[in-house]
């Protein structure tokens, strides 16, 4: 979620929306948005992924910093340069998405959207269950260039039904639209 543009707008058009943030920094700037706004999104200050376990993340601002590049362990070669030292990584809850939504009773989301900085494989494992069922219609997601496979991410979304639109193509990243 970052700090909220996004959750922000979708929640002036639905309402239920939420926001998964793992970095404490930017889930500060999210809830401070979240208030100024009146917004009634439900903030969840963990990564998604697909298993459920604490995990690093770093960016390329380091440490303890509002970033929005921040990425899980394995995946934290940043897509940007910054000036901060990417040794600095933080210790973050990690969980399945699947478990999350059922374990904090959400409604199955009819929208999702990742953006994830390499870890969209393992999110959409983690969500398995939930992208199987009908009621969840529409996927966004970023995948970063060097760290995901556009043609797996593709792949692992068809089997759930899915079509599959590119909507935004940048020197690091595509944006699909996915659809059932």
Known sequence: ???????????????????????????????????????????????LSDESRYIKIAGPRGGLLADGSAALEGYDVPNKAGPGDISKKIDVRAERGDRLINDQNMNIPNVIKIDVEGAEYRVIKGLSKTLKRKECKILYCEIHKGRSKKETIEEELSKYGFSIEVIDERDYCTTIKSKK
Do not use: M, W
Request: charged share 15%; hydrophobic share 30%.
């Open 1 to 47: 979620a970052n700090i909220g543009i996004n959750s922000i707008f979708a929640s002036t058009e639905s309402k239920d929306v939420y926001s998964i943030e793992p970095h404490p920094v930017n889930c500060s700037y999210l809830s401070l948005n979240r208030s100024i706004n009146k917004s009634k999104i439900s903030i969840y200050q963990c990564a």
